[in-house]
């Protein structure tokens, strides 16, 4: 008897791909900080469910750029097969359109740092079971994402063991045109010295102090790649270890899907060199 052409192309797509079965689910967060709740993407990897019930496991954070959402990633990336393939849970919390991820100093209502960095973690450490120490956790992002996800981890080297910036926007003070910013970083001559202080580039010498694992990367065609070769520069000036690449590619989600795979497994490998892989 014979077997069509689709029972055969079923036969070879099983046998030739990993079938993923990470769990993807919304997750509603409350913020005292800033008085109302907001919504998270969380990826379990399958082991998580069909595993032991003790089992624990580290947790990558994932922030978003400048006007997207918690939805980003797993909308534009197959970001959920890290999870099991590495062993670790994914979470995309949100970060409002242009927060910056910054304790606003002229906008009392925006204070996602706290959020994401305390509020985030605090959550997600009470409702999964996770390893909740800074060897098993870390934080990257996209653009103001990246520049949150550097922030966030110089801010809190309790929090965080390893940190990540995917075509970040290392360098605020360059980015004075982007919509909303002074909203929330105030008026770049008034505030001239929080635009100063809060640039990654000036605070490189913190990551070495921290004993923050690191890597950074920029898409050779990205507007912001100068300022990431400038920070760059500086961490290796310092003697700052961190682990840096370009590759092809601009300010996009075809770059940043790619870029996210190297940096789940330098934080998988983090995890493993601190004794903080998953606990199976």
């Not at 981890?153 to 309790?158: E, G, H, S």
């Not at 102090?209 to 898409?219: K, S, V």
């Not at 003697?239 to 940043?256: F, I, M, S």
């Amino acid at each position: 008897m014979k077997m069509n052409r689709a029972f055969w192309l079923i036969l070879t797509l099983l046998f030739t791909n990993p079938v993923w079965a990470f769990q993807s689910r919304v997750v509603t967060i409350p913020s005292a900080a800033m008085h109302k709740s907001f919504e998270a993407t969380v990826v379990l990897p399958d082991q998580y469910t069909h595993g032991k019930a003790a089992d624990r496991f580290p947790v990558v954070y994932l922030l978003h750029g400048s006007g997207g959402d918690y939805t980003d990633w797993t909308t534009n990336s197959h970001i959920g097969k890290l999870a099991d393939r590495y062993h670790v849970i994914l979470v995309m919390p949100d970060g409002g359109h242009e927060s910056w991820y910054i304790d606003s100093p002229v906008d009392p209502r925006s204070r996602y740092e706290t959020y994401v960095g305390t509020e985030v973690v605090g959550y997600i450490d009470t409702h999964f079971r996770t390893i909740a120490t800074r060897e098993a956790r870390a934080i990257t992002g996209l653009s103001m994402g990246g520049f949150g996800a550097l922030h966030i981890a110089l801010d809190r080297p309790d929090e965080f063991g390893a940190a990540g910036s995917i075509s970040g926007a290392v360098d605020p003070r360059g980015c004075e045109d982007e919509p909303g910013i002074d909203q929330v970083f105030g008026d770049p001559a008034r505030h001239a010295d929080f635009w100063n202080n809060e640039a990654i580039v000036e605070n490189a010498r913190n990551f070495g102090n921290a004993h923050i694992a690191l890597t950074i990367d920029c898409g050779v065609n990205d507007s912001l790649v100068q300022s990431n070769r400038m920070l760059h520069a500086r961490l290796v000036e310092l003697g700052v270890p961190h682990d840096y690449a370009e590759r092809p590619g601009g300010h996009t989600w075809k770059y940043w899907s790619n870029a996210v795979q190297y940096q789940v497994l330098f934080f998988a490998s983090s995890f493993k060199r601190s004794g903080a892989a998953a606990q199976t």
